[in-house]
């Protein structure tokens, strides 16, 4: 089937959501593609807050929260997207607010606000409450609203339709190919301007947050292209992952004065960072974790997770403030965090890297500025870079908000300037191709067998301590996995709603963000921010200030191409030299 | 225990370290889902899957199992896998459910048998996998968004801590669709927005910021609306949020009654 808008939205989360309205605010038509039905997306489990120098509760500036960002990305962050970041934030909280997102409040009204692992106050001096939040479901809240925004904008949607192709022609984007999943029907929509705003690939490991959804699905379609995808090798680990689970207890637990301890019932994050203690950024606190648990100080059955203690606050803290995660524990580790200590432990969370943007959300096409007409990208599966080498705790939702909106802005205008583009012959030739590969193939491969096995080993080869032995071990090993799934075969050979084609697809996809993580990483032989190796310990500016730029080799399957992009290390305003980063 | 050099003086001493678990027997179950291929069958039936799970196991892992590893073939929905993306609403053991918030061991023994089925009121279109858009028809009748004409502060509106409190219940329901296909009434008249529409409408008609509050209770005292309710509790104890919804739904007939100009 063919269908034909001016805007094309991929994704219904945060980023698409906002994109979507503010698309539609520029006079275009339209629609928004999502594998999943609206509300379902990811965002929603996003709890802490949304960070933005309101300064409701003590004086805070854009200029300190853009310092904490590229601190906190250990400089590898892109400076003008941190200043423009932390200044539009500002005037994103306020439109939430004004969209009728349900804050919580201050004894005087206003958005409160709350501390999260950091954020500081005049240049790294001491924490500050910054984050604004909803309870702890700030994200469910994020996206519950700006879905009822879209209902109320009359916005298109396609749910649970799965993009399997983009269509990029002469270096410009002109619609993309989905598959229909309740007809098995492949669609053709024609589009002036494509955004795409898909989420993370937190599924490549097998201890993590995200949802089984999460498979880097556009990532690697843009990688399949030639095209690159930027600092792959920064994947951030949240330090609080319910035990076994991998379910994210919020950082705002440590923001309301949760304390991490290990077996000895210690305060161990003192010893790791002195000045912001329990407060200090995910990677650290992390690694800080990981190490307790390496020299035998980790609690449970397998001594390899680590306490979060609450029984200090008092009752209505925890049960109001803290409600999600209080839930959580109770349902699944049957632990009460107003009298249990819980059992925590890192959980694989968040890309830092992704499809290259500019600052409009332009995808780029390589380290020099070149770029592809047409393509937006916003959101996790995308890389401006605010994050650099290390997300700050809230800078998530606010990545969503502030690109989405950007995106959403510029692809309406660059929409309304042009005419459509034309189709290839047969657009959707690539996706009937492959699957069809998946339903007549007489391999004996299981999907969920390879991915099982690309989780387990991209755990413990390209986890929180990496080190070249292990890694070049893993980019062998993904190549035996993808000839391995070349081989795979679907067994169910329904039309309607054959779910077990579309995990056979993503498995595939997460196939291709594992290889680019892999070859990313052991390629850069330096320790920063959130890729810490045990072979070269030091972050090293004169050889590594620069982001990783890695295509696929169209022409050697299996190889991966190295490219770099210079870091912004200038802002419009204000600029932060890079130094050592204590906290 | 060993647990000597205590270092940091905020250690609450009444708290025990919490019990170490030991290792748990795993558990036999037999899973017995009711199943419809529309392009093979002309009814649902009955098919029963032999499993292994630990007792902690949520029933989402377990159907996982069988998706993954047995009949691969069958259809659910699932996502986030912890009860906040409101995906793989079921009907387990007779009651509504999430999936991802059921554990095994709440729902059977050791060698007992699950029954897992679509939850009911909306057409099945495969498997556990029913037409959602009803339910959405029903959450978009009722104007679920902010409505605010008057221009708004350079910063944010101000809301008192009770206001915003007030919101708390209702704000936090998920559209898994749980409470409203576990209501009889819904059941044999599908022409009744339902518990979830309503605790939407009541999540607006209750913000003391927005200015539609008029419009909304005469969409709410339309005759497929909130005066539908019998307050037969089924929604409440159906759903995974601990929303309570009944009390939800009175509070909409007072404001109606009471609160209408």
Same mark, same amino acid.
């Given at each position: 089937?063919?269908?034909?808008?001016?805007?094309?939205?991929?994704?219904?989360?945060?980023?698409?959501?906002?994109?979507?309205?503010?698309?539609?605010?520029?006079?275009?038509?339209?629609?928004?593609?999502?594998?999943?039905?609206?509300?379902?997306?990811?965002?929603?489990?996003?709890?802490?807050?949304?960070?933005?120098?309101?300064?409701?509760?003590?004086?805070?500036?854009?200029?300190?929260?853009?310092?904490?960002?590229?601190?906190?990305?250990?400089?590898?962050?892109?400076?003008?997207?941190?200043?423009?970041?932390?200044?539009?934030?500002?005037?994103?909280?306020?439109?939430?607010?004004?969209?009728?997102?349900?804050?919580?409040?201050?004894?005087?009204?206003?958005?409160?606000?709350?501390?999260?692992?950091?954020?500081?106050?005049?240049?790294?001096?001491?924490?500050?409450?910054?984050?604004?939040?909803?309870?702890?479901?700030?994200?469910?809240?994020?996206?519950?609203?700006?879905?009822?925004?879209?209902?109320?904008?009359?916005?298109?949607?396609?749910?649970?339709?799965?993009?399997?192709?983009?269509?990029?022609?002469?270096?410009?984007?002109?619609?993309?190919?989905?598959?229909?999943?309740?007809?098995?029907?492949?669609?053709?929509?024609?589009?002036?301007?494509?955004?795409?705003?898909?989420?993370?690939?937190?599924?490549?490991?097998?201890?993590?947050?995200?949802?089984?959804?999460?498979?880097?699905?556009?990532?690697?379609?843009?990688?399949?292209?030639?095209?690159?995808?930027?600092?792959?090798?920064?994947?951030?680990?949240?330090?609080?992952?319910?035990?076994?689970?991998?379910?994210?207890?919020?950082?705002?637990?440590?923001?309301? &004065? %949760? +304390?991490?301890?290990?077996? @000895?019932?210690?305060?161990?994050?003192?010893?790791?960072?002195? *000045? $912001?203690?329990? !407060?200090?950024?995910?990677?650290?606190?992390?690694?800080?974790?990981?190490?307790?648990?390496?020299?035998?100080?980790?609690?449970?059955?397998?001594?390899?997770?680590?306490?979060?203690?609450?029984?200090?606050?008092?009752?209505?803290?925890?049960?109001?403030?803290?409600?999600?995660?209080?839930?959580?524990?109770?349902?699944?580790?049957?632990?009460?965090?107003?009298?249990?200590?819980?059992?925590?432990?890192?959980?694989?969370?968040?890309?830092? &890297? %992704? +499809?290259?943007?500019?600052? @409009?959300?332009?995808?780029?096409?390589?380290?020099?500025?070149? *770029? $592809?007409?047409? !393509?937006?990208?916003?959101?996790?599966?995308?890389?401006?870079?605010?994050?650099?080498?290390?997300?700050?705790?809230?800078?998530?939702?606010?990545?969503?908000?502030?690109?989405?909106?950007?995106?959403?802005?510029?692809?309406?205008?660059?929409?309304?300037?042009?005419?459509?583009?034309?189709?290839?012959?047969?657009?959707?030739?690539?996706?009937?191709?492959?699957?069809?590969?998946?339903?007549?193939?007489?391999?004996?491969?299981?999907?969920? &067998?390879?991915?099982?096995?690309?989780?387990?080993?991209?755990?413990?080869?390209?986890?929180?301590?990496?080190?070249?032995?292990?890694?070049?071990?893993?980019?062998?090993?993904?190549?035996?996995?993808?000839?391995?799934?070349?081989?795979?075969?679907?067994?169910?050979?329904?039309?309607?709603?054959?779910?077990?084609?579309?995990?056979?697809?993503?498995?595939?996809?997460?196939?291709?963000?594992?290889?680019?993580?892999?070859?990313?990483?052991?390629?850069?032989?330096?320790?920063?921010?959130?890729?810490?190796?045990?072979?070269?310990?030091?972050?090293?500016?004169?050889?590594?200030?620069?982001?990783?730029?890695?295509?696929?080799?169209?022409?050697?399957?299996?190889?991966?191409?190295?490219?770099?992009?210079?870091?912004?290390?200038?802002?419009?305003?204000?600029?932060?030299?890079?130094?050592?980063?204590?906290? | 225990?060993?647990?000597?050099?205590?270092?940091?003086?905020?250690?609450?001493?009444?708290?025990?370290?919490?019990?170490?678990?030991?290792?748990?027997?795993?558990?036999?179950?037999?899973?017995?889902?009711?199943?419809?291929?529309?392009?093979?069958?002309?009814?649902?039936?009955?098919?029963?899957?032999?499993?292994?799970?630990?007792?902690?196991?949520?029933?989402?892992?377990?159907?996982?199992?069988?998706?993954?590893?047995?009949?691969?073939?069958?259809?659910?929905?699932?996502?986030?896998?912890?009860?906040?993306?409101?995906?793989?609403?079921?009907?387990?053991?007779?009651?509504?459910?999430?999936?991802?918030?059921?554990?095994?061991?709440?729902?059977?023994?050791?060698?007992?048998?699950?029954?897992?089925?679509?939850?009911?009121?909306?057409?099945?279109?495969?498997?556990?996998?029913?037409?959602?858009?009803?339910?959405?028809?029903?959450?978009?009748?009722?104007?679920?968004?902010?409505?605010?004409?008057?221009?708004?502060?350079?910063?944010?509106?101000?809301?008192?801590?009770?206001?915003?409190?007030?919101?708390?219940?209702?704000?936090?329901?998920?559209?898994?669709?749980?409470?409203?296909?576990?209501?009889?009434?819904?059941?044999?008249?599908?022409?009744?927005?339902?518990?979830?529409?309503?605790?939407?409408?009541?999540?607006?008609?209750?913000?003391?910021?927005?200015?539609?509050?008029?419009?909304?209770?005469?969409?709410?005292?339309?005759?497929?609306?909130?005066?539908?309710?019998?307050?037969?509790?089924?929604?409440?104890?159906?759903?995974?949020?601990?929303?309570?919804?009944?009390?939800?739904?009175?509070?909409?007939?007072?404001?109606?009654?009471?609160?209408?100009?």
């Amino acid at each position: 089937m063919h269908h034909r808008y001016d805007v094309i939205v991929v994704g219904a989360g945060g980023a698409g959501l906002m994109s979507a309205l503010y698309a539609a605010k520029g006079g275009v038509s339209v629609a928004c593609i999502s594998k999943l039905y609206p509300t379902r997306s990811h965002t929603g489990a996003a709890q802490g807050g949304i960070g933005a120098a309101l300064g409701n509760i003590q004086e805070d500036h854009w200029e300190w929260h853009m310092f904490d960002t590229v601190k906190g990305g250990d400089y590898l962050t892109d400076q003008d997207a941190a200043e423009v970041f932390s200044k539009d934030i500002i005037d994103v909280v306020y439109e939430l607010e004004h969209m009728g997102l349900p804050f919580s409040r201050t004894p005087e009204g206003k958005i409160a606000q709350r501390k999260f692992g950091g954020h500081t106050r005049d240049f790294g001096k001491a924490a500050v409450e910054r984050s604004c939040y909803a309870k702890d479901r700030t994200g469910h809240m994020i996206l519950q609203t700006l879905y009822q925004q879209n209902v109320k904008e009359g916005t298109l949607f396609f749910n649970e339709f799965h993009v399997t192709d983009l269509l990029i022609e002469n270096g410009r984007c002109t619609g993309v190919v989905a598959y229909e999943l309740s007809t098995g029907e492949l669609h053709t929509f024609h589009a002036k301007a494509v955004i795409l705003a898909a989420g993370g690939y937190g599924r490549v490991f097998k201890i993590t947050s995200n949802a089984l959804t999460l498979t880097g699905d556009l990532m690697s379609i843009y990688y399949r292209k030639g095209l690159p995808l930027e600092d792959m090798e920064f994947y951030q680990f949240h330090p609080t992952g319910l035990a076994k689970l991998g379910i994210l207890v919020t950082e705002g637990i440590r923001g309301e &004065g %949760g +304390i991490l301890r290990n077996s @000895n019932l210690e305060r161990f994050m003192e010893r790791y960072a002195p *000045s $912001i203690k329990d !407060l200090a950024p995910r990677d650290i606190v992390a690694r800080s974790m990981t190490t307790e648990i390496r020299e035998g100080r980790g609690v449970g059955k397998d001594k390899d997770a680590i306490y979060i203690d609450l029984t200090h606050l008092p009752r209505e803290v925890i049960e109001g403030k803290l409600a999600e995660i209080t839930d959580l524990a109770r349902t699944y580790l049957g632990q009460d965090p107003v009298k249990d200590l819980v059992m925590v432990q890192p959980t694989a969370h968040y890309a830092m &890297g %992704g +499809i290259p943007t500019d600052l @409009n959300g332009l995808c780029l096409s390589d380290g020099n500025g070149g *770029s $592809i007409e047409g !393509l937006y990208a916003a959101g996790e599966q995308a890389c401006v870079s605010l994050h650099g080498a290390n997300r700050l705790g809230t800078n998530s939702l606010g990545d969503l908000v502030v690109f989405g909106r950007r995106a959403g802005k510029y692809a309406a205008e660059y929409a309304r300037q042009v005419e459509f583009g034309d189709l290839p012959d047969d657009p959707e030739a690539d996706s009937r191709q492959e699957f069809e590969r998946l339903r007549t193939s007489n391999g004996k491969e299981n999907a969920a &067998g390879i991915r099982k096995d690309l989780q387990e080993t991209m755990m413990k080869n390209v986890g929180i301590f990496r080190n070249g032995k292990d890694m070049a071990y893993q980019v062998e090993y993904i190549k035996e996995l993808k000839a391995r799934y070349a081989n795979v075969a679907v067994a169910d050979p329904s039309r309607k709603y054959n779910s077990e084609l579309i995990e056979a697809l993503e498995t595939g996809f997460l196939l291709d963000c594992a290889e680019a993580m892999a070859s990313s990483a052991v390629n850069r032989t330096e320790s920063r921010g959130a890729h810490d190796r045990e072979d070269f310990h030091s972050r090293d500016d004169v050889n590594w200030l620069k982001h990783t730029m890695a295509y696929k080799d169209l022409n050697n399957p299996g190889n991966v191409i190295i490219g770099y992009k210079p870091v912004a290390l200038k802002g419009f305003t204000r600029s932060f030299e890079p130094k050592p980063r204590v906290y | 225990m060993t647990q000597t050099p205590v270092t940091d003086s905020a250690v609450n001493p009444q708290v025990a370290a919490a019990p170490v678990a030991v290792d748990v027997p795993m558990m036999r179950l037999h899973v017995k889902i009711l199943r419809f291929n529309p392009e093979t069958d002309k009814k649902a039936h009955w098919v029963t899957y032999d499993m292994e799970a630990q007792p902690g196991d949520r029933m989402v892992d377990v159907l996982n199992e069988i998706k993954w590893y047995k009949e691969t073939g069958l259809a659910f929905r699932r996502s986030c896998q912890h009860g906040i993306c409101g995906s793989d609403a079921m009907l387990i053991n007779g009651r509504n459910r999430l999936a991802c918030k059921t554990l095994v061991r709440d729902v059977a023994k050791d060698g007992g048998t699950v029954t897992v089925e679509p939850i009911r009121g909306l057409k099945v279109e495969k498997d556990l996998l029913v037409d959602m858009e009803p339910f959405f028809d029903a959450y978009r009748a009722i104007m679920p968004y902010f409505i605010h004409p008057t221009p708004f502060p350079a910063k944010e509106q101000y809301q008192s801590e009770a206001n915003a409190e007030k919101m708390a219940h209702s704000s936090n329901c998920i559209l898994c669709a749980c409470c409203t296909t576990s209501c009889p009434i819904f059941w044999v008249n599908g022409s009744y927005i339902g518990p979830a529409a309503l605790v939407q409408a009541h999540r607006f008609i209750f913000d003391t910021r927005d200015e539609a509050k008029q419009q909304r209770l005469g969409v709410v005292n339309q005759n497929t609306g909130v005066w539908r309710c019998r307050t037969a509790y089924n929604c409440t104890e159906a759903c995974p949020r601990g929303i309570p919804i009944t009390q939800l739904i009175e509070e909409v007939k007072r404001e109606v009654m009471f609160g209408q100009s």
